[in-house]
């Protein structure tokens, strides 16, 4: 009951003004991202038909799929930090939305790379077979990538780890330092896989000295795009999640660690942005798709444009050897 209580006052706001501003950064993110995302997801479904697709449609579906179900969380979470909680006095809301953030951002995260390693591969090793290649003719993959996310919420679900007791008690280091392996490999790995594949691929377009550069100069502008999201959204969090831990274990003064809290909770708030910032690299993977956009819900700027033909029945006529993204 004690650890109980004292699990509960760690969730509990020190700076009202400050968590109320967070709240209404959230509620602007949410108004913002929810009818652009869900714009997008229109167009996958009724324009693009991404299940007939061989390219990266079905990753880029899957990665929208996981920003809107990740913006649902949002309301709620800043209902909570208006009300002074930093998570829901309700065990059951509050373990559901813990799987729910942590399922669908690591969703995103792992979309964003396929995404970037599927793009790095067909620039920088054009000819050869890859495994990515074969399983991305299938939308299978996909289901695999959500089912292989599914174990890793579990740790982030255990206790309190929004509240962020980790390795308070000796008797649960164990599930302490599992619930932070997963936090923190679920963001470093993928950062390290991307900046590998950016590097690979301008050096690429650096070699390049006969021939179109079009092609890569587009893959450059995605995988840097890429970066610079995840380095805006997710590192920031990763290395206040990091402090956090730090005056935490030192048992650093209440002072401290209450300025390494409100840290952390304003810069995850800040990865929320992912949500808004990811369909930038949808037009970056294709001029086609921002084209296709701009035709179907601001027409007026196309004036004087060519017609952008609809894939979904130019495909039913004509086969096309150019995908859309």
Known sequence: VLESINGHRDCLVTHRTLYHFYAAVMILIFVLALPLNASVLHLFIFKLKFWKSNTNNIFLFNLVLADIL???CMPIKAHNFIQGERRSGNDVVCKAMLFMLFLNRG???AFLTVTSIDRYFNVVHPGKKNLLRVLKKSPQISIIIWLLLLPLTI?????TF???NSHRNEEDDLVDSLREVVFFTQILIPFVILIYCTVRIINRLRKKTIGDKTKLRRAVFLVTTVVVVFSLCF?????ARMVLLIVRVQESSAYVQDKATLAFDGLM???YMDCLLDPLIYCFCSTKFKALYISNYFPCLMK???PVVDSSTANQSKPSRNNVI
């Open 269 to 271: 708030v800040l990865s």
């Open 235 to 239: 590192l920031p969090c990763t290395l």
């Open 304 to 306: 004087g444009s060519p």
């Open 155 to 159: 740790p982030t679900m255990l206790k």
């Open 70 to 72: 990740l913006l649902f």
């Open 107 to 109: 969703a995103s995260i």
């Open 162 to 164: 929004e509240c962020c």
